[in-house]
């Protein structure tokens, strides 16, 4: 899902892998109706991106490869 027009919180948090990563989105179950979550996996600092898997390898933002604009 693009968050870029959504009015929800979840728009801010961040794609990251590895040591990036401080935070993991479950589904849970409220009143039978399933929602998703996100948890920090360890301590996150003021200042600080949440940061989660998307679980998608082929984003753009992870290519290594520079494109340079004359």
Do not use: C
């Amino acid at each position: 899902m693009d968050g870029t027009f959504s009015k929800r919180k979840g728009r801010y948090i961040n794609d990251g892998i590895g040591k990036e990563q401080n935070a993991v989105m479950k589904m849970i179950e409220v009143n039978n109706r399933p929602h998703l979550a996100v948890f920090a996996t360890r301590k996150i600092l003021k200042g600080e991106e949440i940061r989660y898997d998307y679980g998608v390898t082929n984003l753009p933002w992870r290519s290594k490869t520079i494109y340079r604009v004359s």
